[in-house]
């Protein structure tokens, strides 16, 4: 399946957070796409993201290191990520490596942003 990402602004949040909607499977083929598209709107100054994994039924160990280096991006930059994954096989993936410890993972974008404080 083809990756597609949507992000919009969340401006009821008062805080400036972009939600990243993914769909697709997110691996060693799309990875790169993810990670090009998400560094650029931290580069853009939108350093708190939501990504919304809701879509996503796959997702691998390169996909994962997408994540942690955009995480480790854009903290650096002064912002923060957020996850939203309820499928279970991609939260396994999470919690296997420990990762759900660093990146606490929501059920829904309301669930991750009450989880920072947004």
Do not use: H, Y
Request: net charge negative; hydrophobic share 45%; proline share 3%.
């Amino acid at each position: 399946m083809d990756l597609n990402l949507q992000v919009e602004e969340l401006t009821w949040t008062g805080e400036g957070w972009s939600l990243a909607r993914v769909a697709g499977d997110i691996d060693i083929a799309s990875a790169p796409r993810l990670r090009e598209r998400l560094i650029t709107l931290i580069t853009e100054g939108r350093t708190r993201i939501v990504l919304d994994l809701s879509g996503v039924d796959f997702l691998d160990s390169t996909g994962l290191g997408v994540i942690v280096g955009v995480l480790k991006r854009a903290r650096t930059m002064g912002g923060d990520l957020a996850l939203v994954c309820p499928n279970q096989s991609v939260r396994r993936v999470f919690e296997i490596t420990a990762l759900d410890r660093t990146m606490p993972l929501a059920d829904s974008v309301d669930g991750a942003l009450a989880g920072i404080g947004a």
